[in-house]
């Protein structure tokens, strides 16, 4: 079955610095990538998410790149603010109609 | 609103008294699950359903029990709830499988002494 990989498990960075969370997974056939953010106390919700058919999206500022041949996604996060500050989690999953996978998260603060 | 409601948001309870957590939604989605979550653990799934009366085991099954008789509940049932089972519960939902990303409920804390 599919494995997905999260790194860091934390990570602090200053106000306005870029942030940059990456995942690996395991199942070549995986071709649906979200990102979810949880707040303390929170459920997660989606923020963003990748089909296999392109290599990058964004909104704002936040955004997630795909490489599908070394089978890693990333998301990235420029002029972080403290709001930023939060539990993030990467998924993936095949065909839609099997269950996502999730990472094991990324805690990630935002130093004022 | 679109929402997918769980109660209780706190339970807590004493070793091998049966419980149920209820998980409701209203946008009609074919798809439901339930995931713990445990510090350092992320989200793991714990049973997952495609439609009415389809249910599968995801990766922690063992004492947990679902049930689907209607598209909008998927109950979670602790016959005899053990100490390893204090956890924070999620249930989700999506229109087809993991399509379009999953609603989350609000969670349950539960603690079993």
């Known amino acids: 079955g599919e494995n997905v990989e999260q790194h860091p498990s934390t990570l602090s960075v200053q106000e306005g610095d870029s942030a940059v969370i990456k995942c690996t997974y395991s199942?070549?056939?995986?071709?649906?990538f979200p990102w979810y953010k949880q707040e303390l106390g929170k459920r997660p919700q989606l923020i963003i998410d990748?089909?296999?058919?392109?290599g990058e999206k964004k909104d704002q500022r936040i955004a997630v790149t795909l490489n599908k041949t070394a089978k890693h996604f990333s998301l990235h996060i420029t002029e972080t603010q403290p709001e930023d500050s939060a539990v993030y989690f990467c998924a993936a999953s095949h065909s839609g109609n099997t269950p996502l996978v999730f990472g094991k998260g990324t805690r990630l603060s935002v130093i004022a | 609103e679109a929402q997918v409601t769980q109660n209780p948001r706190y339970l807590i309870t004493v070793t091998g008294k049966k419980l149920t957590v209820t998980c409701s939604q209203n946008m009609n989605h074919e798809y439901m699950s339930w995931y713990r979550q445990d510090p350092g653990l992320g989200l793991r799934q714990i049973y997952y359903s495609m439609n009415v009366e389809v249910t599968d085991k995801g990766d922690v099954p063992e004492g947990y029990k679902v049930s689907r008789k209607e598209k909008r509940n998927f109950p979670l049932i602790l016959e005899s709830p053990s100490p390893n089972q204090t956890s924070l519960y999620f249930c989700?939902?999506?229109?087809?499988?993991?399509?379009?990303?999953?609603?989350f409920g609000s969670g349950t804390r539960l603690t079993v002494v």
């Open positions: 989700a939902s999506s229109l087809s499988g993991a399509r379009g990303g999953y609603t």
């Open positions: 199942d070549s056939a995986s071709n649906y």
């Open positions: 990748i089909r296999s058919n392109v």
